[in-house]
């Protein structure tokens, strides 16, 4: 349904991403990311790696930020892949929303909801903290557990940042763990620096992680068990 195509890319996908190992069956993927610039942060590489992909990418956020909502969109022809856009609240305050608000406006953009694989955000977060990060995370899994989105596996973003002692870093022990060729790793910093136009002294541009990192899960049930593992320890 959506081919994936560089050719309106402004950078050439390096020849050196084989390096990563290359799923060749086509793949429906979903990835579900609070922010314009989540998809590349955490899983631009392995995107811009998997030429056999049809990816698309909901941002929950900032539909309507004049300035976010364009790169995005450039963001996306870099990347191969076609997306949309969400407006929830992403004020400075990170209010809580309802869960079911949250719940509806990922059902509400993606275009079907079945996938073979959908990436998104841990229940954790990558660092300390974004409450869109970890609220996405939980709806995504309650949704695929509650049978209204479905899919072959989940992959949750792998990153801790020692509770802000340092940046983002991918958890080595994770269950899918890529380490990024140079020449795959510069595409990536080029997404965040060129086309989000973010300072090379940003905390974006120097967090850009050089491996990229995922939780995996097969089964609902197993995901599920995460978030009560989380909430009993809470």
Excluded at 76 to 82: F, P, Q, R, T, Y
Excluded at 176 to 193: A, C, E, F, G, M
Excluded at 225 to 233: F, G, K, L
Aim: aromatic share 10%; with cysteine.
């Amino acid at each position: 349904m959506f081919e994936k195509s560089f050719a309106a890319a402004k950078f050439p996908v390096p020849k050196s991403a084989a390096r990563i190992k290359t799923d060749k069956k086509t793949k429906s993927v979903a990835v579900i990311v609070a922010h314009p610039d989540d998809e590349t942060l955490w899983a631009g590489g392995t995107i811009l790696s998997q030429p056999y992909w049809q990816c698309f990418i909901i941002s929950l956020c900032r539909k309507s930020d004049p300035d976010r909502a364009p790169k995005f969109a450039k963001a996306l022809k870099v990347l191969g892949a076609a997306g949309t856009m969400g407006d929830l609240d992403d004020g400075p305050e990170q209010k809580s929303l309802a869960e079911n608000e949250v719940k509806d406006m990922i059902l509400r953009l993606l275009p079907r909801l079945h996938f073979d694989l959908v990436l998104t955000h841990s229940i954790n977060g990558e660092y300390t903290r974004h409450r869109r990060h970890e609220e996405i995370g939980k709806a995504v899994i309650q949704l695929w557990h509650a049978d209204q989105l479905c899919t072959n596996e989940l992959w949750a973003f792998a990153y801790q940042d020692g509770h802000k002692a340092h940046y983002p870093v991918p958890i080595k022990n994770a269950a899918v763990y890529n380490q990024l060729p140079q020449p795959l790793w510069d595409l990536k910093h080029r997404i965040i620096t060129e086309t989000y136009g973010f300072e090379q002294n940003s905390w974006e541009a120097q967090t850009t992680p050089r491996a990229e990192a995922f939780r995996q899960f097969s089964n609902p049930d197993e995901a599920h068990q995460w978030i009560d593992h989380q909430n009993t320890a809470s």
